[in-house]
């Protein structure tokens, strides 16, 4: 799915800015993928319901995940959303900054 956000955006810039826009592109599913694994699946699904039940505390670094309600392919699901959200932000900005 990266890909094809990457050769739209490439494809919607001048040939100048080719290269930029798919470096973007390459650079936003890294660092999402990093930070969604740190941080996004505890912020987004972790257990807040003992301190905080707007934001969860738990599953830093998908560290303590029970195995019966959630496995690697719900996270891996929830991946592709984060950093296809990432792909399409910088794509919409291509040439205007």
């Known amino acids: 799915m ?3 956000f990457a050769m739209l955006c ?6 100048k800015n080719a290269m930029d826009i798919t470096l973007t592109n390459v ?12 941080f996004g699946f505890a912020f987004a699904f972790g ?4 301190s905080n ?10 560290k303590y995940i029970p195995n019966t309600s959630y496995d ?3 996270f891996l699901y929830q991946w592709a959303f ?5 792909g399409i932000t910088s794509g ?4 205007r900054t």
């Not at 257990?47 to 003992?50: E, V």
């Not at 984060?82 to 990432?86: D, N, P, S, W």
């Open 92 to 95: 919409s900005i291509a040439e």
């Open 47 to 50: 257990d807040g319901t003992n």
């Open 53 to 62: 039940p707007f934001i969860g505390t738990t599953f830093f670094a998908l």
């Open 82 to 86: 984060t950093i296809a959200v990432a």
């Open 2 to 4: 990266q890909l094809g």
């Open 72 to 74: 690697n392919s719900y």
């Open 27 to 38: 650079v936003d599913a890294v660092a999402g993928s990093i930070s969604y694994y740190l």
């Open 10 to 15: 490439a494809g919607s810039v001048r040939a």
